[in-house]
């Protein structure tokens, strides 16, 4: 069964870079499947940030898509977000997924000084 | 982008009623590429229904999902006390990926 491990700074500085871990188990990433990221801010609904597919092709949300990249290692078999430039509106439940069908626990970002 | 719409915002059900809730999609699916998925408070989001009606592994039967093209429906048939929650809808067809912002199903 697939498990996946967001990490990373639970604290960035306005202006600075975001970056997250996605570790995962149970699975190859480069056997199949999109592996994306999607955030949540507190109290609010479900965003999709953006995804890489295994066979090398990336997609953003265009909202996001000047800040944000995603890349993979699959010596690690891990995948990676960054996002530039934050802002208090970053502030977010950070979900590395699978697909559709599977989620990491998620982390908080909070930016802030 | 398809918008996805979600309606009701709240729905008030007692345990062992049927919930009903709808997903509208701003432009048709392609392949039914749509699914639902469940969050309860401090937890991850769970994959519920995939493809449409495509019930995911250990989901138990009382939910179903249908429709195709661009309405949706995710019916709980009868409710039992964890299944009071949020749910999201999702489309998975061509990128940008987006969610629906939510029907929240609470105890009346």
């Known amino acids: 069964q697939v498990k996946l491990q967001e990490s990373g700074p639970g604290l960035v500085e306005p202006s600075e870079t975001l970056s997250l871990t996605c570790a995962v188990s149970?699975?190859?990433?480069?056997?199949?499947?999109?592996w994306g990221w999607i955030r949540q801010p507190p109290g609010k609904g479900l965003e999709w940030i953006g995804f890489?597919?295994?066979?090398?092709?990336?997609s953003y949300n265009p909202s996001l898509k000047s800040r944000v990249t995603i890349s993979v290692d699959t010596s690690k078999n891990q995948f990676s977000l960054r996002l530039t430039s934050v802002t208090a509106a970053d502030t977010a439940v950070y979900f590395c997924v699978r697909g559709v069908d599977s989620w990491g626990q998620g982390t908080l970002v909070t930016v802030s000084s | 982008e398809i918008v996805l719409t979600q309606s009701p915002g709240t729905l008030s059900l007692s345990p062992g009623e049927r919930a009903t809730l709808s997903c509208r999609a701003s432009q048709s699916v392609g392949n039914n590429y749509l699914a639902w998925h469940q969050q309860k408070p401090g937890q991850a989001p769970r994959l519920l229904i995939y493809?449409?009606?495509r019930r995911a592994p250990d989901i138990p039967d009382r939910f179903s999902g249908s429709g195709s093209g661009t309405d949706f429906t995710l019916t709980v048939s009868r409710l039992e006390p964890e299944d009071f929650a949020v749910y999201y809808c999702q489309h998975y067809d061509k990128p940008p990926w987006t969610f629906g912002q939510g029907t929240k199903v609470e105890i009346k």
């Open positions: 149970g699975y190859s990433i480069s056997s199949g499947f999109h």
């Open positions: 890489f597919y295994y066979t090398g092709t990336t």
């Open positions: 493809d449409a009606s």
